[in-house]
């Protein structure tokens, strides 16, 4: 038998890439045909979750339903609602805008992935990622103070210091690109985090034109360096800590069905009962010794130590950040509180029945 020419093969070749295009354009259009009944079910059924979540809500107000009945109607909604955002039907919901953010550095592409496993591993990155950078957060700083005091005679030199701050740059746009991208995929990141990195990422970039002061008298001119390096060696201590044991305890949440699997660990979140002794000491000492190293540096820039504007605008986020970073961890020890006696009302009436 003879052979085929090349000629002929290269035409075979060609007509069969053209068929298998027609199909696998066919199979996408009767894919998102057929999608578009189920897009309105899965939205269907999630509001109607969203509108039995308020009827049960108003029930409990005008007391017209028992307390222990209303807190296990209100699992099993929550229970529905993570079956669906938690599984293949949450790619049919609508999503969280992409912000201004996203679309300056990536342009007016979608990130939002259509499958649930994508999702995870995005995810799993993110985590990947602030594991690699706490322990950096923590060691970057530590030699440098260690190097002041062992090798530059308590001076620290302007190039390592820069080189810091510019990867305090790298650090804060890499999670706020991340943390965007995960709440268009369903993460539950509250707001001010992500504009805590804002502003954090401001900071550094201000603080690559500020102008590290030397001799003479420079522990006097460096104090407000010194310790913003003090801060952030007990910051990386915290991240440890946070991704750690918090992690391990979302893992449990999500299994009880109390969590989604898009959720990730907070800046300000607190674990169980054990670990709010902990973290939560570290937190607050960690957000008063933020607004001190901020006041500090406005102080040095009133009295004339170090007068640049620098010092002046880092000196007010520094203050801002910590006041915002309270109020949000105050906000969730709060609804943490509330939960808690919520699920102790819950146990003594199961108890008395």
Not at 180 to 190: A, E, H, K, T
């Amino acid at each position: 038998m003879e052979e085929p020419s090349i000629e002929e093969s290269v035409a075979s070749v060609l007509e069969e890439a053209k068929e298998v295009q027609d199909a696998v354009s066919a199979h996408i259009s009767k894919a998102s045909s057929d999608e578009e009944p189920l897009r309105q079910r899965v939205r269907r059924v999630d509001s109607r979750i969203h509108s039995l979540r308020s009827s049960l809500d108003s029930l409990l107000s005008n007391k017209l339903i028992p307390p222990s009945l209303a807190d296990k109607l209100d699992e099993d909604l929550q229970r529905a609602r993570c079956i669906i955002v938690d599984g293949d039907a949450s790619s049919l919901l609508p999503g969280h805008a992409q912000g201004t953010f996203l679309r300056m550095f990536l342009g007016p592409i979608n990130v939002r992935a259509s499958r649930k496993d994508v999702q995870l591993k995005v995810k799993e990155e993110y985590n990947s990622y602030r594991d690699r950078t706490a322990l950096l957060f923590l060691l970057f700083p530590a030699i440098l103070l260690i190097l002041r005091s062992w090798v530059w005679a308590g001076c620290l030199p302007t190039f390592p210091v820069q080189i810091y701050q510019a990867w305090l740059l790298f650090l804060y746009t890499g999670l706020a690109l991340r943390e965007n991208i995960l709440r268009v995929n369903g993460s539950d990141i509250r707001p001010w985090w992500i504009y805590h990195h804002y502003c954090a990422m401001v900071m550094a970039l201000v603080s690559l034109t500020w102008e590290i002061k030397g001799q003479p008298d420079c522990a006097k001119k460096q104090r407000g360096v010194q310790l913003f390096l003090q801060w952030a060696m007990m910051q990386g201590v915290a991240m440890l800590l946070q991704n750690r044991y918090q992690r391990q305890r979302l893992y449990t949440r999500i299994a009880l069905g109390k969590a989604k699997r898009m959720d990730v660990v907070w800046g300000e979140t607190a674990g169980v009962d054990g670990q709010l002794w902990l973290l939560c000491p570290i937190l607050f000492t960690l957000q008063g010794f933020e607004a001190y190293v901020g006041l500090l540096l406005l102080r040095t820039a009133v009295v004339g130590v170090v007068s640049e504007w620098q010092v002046i605008f880092c000196g007010v986020l520094l203050v801002l950040m910590a006041v915002g970073n309270f109020a949000n961890t105050v906000q969730t020890l709060m609804v943490k509180s509330r939960f808690k006696a919520k699920m102790r009302r819950s146990k003594s009436k199961h108890r008395l029945n």
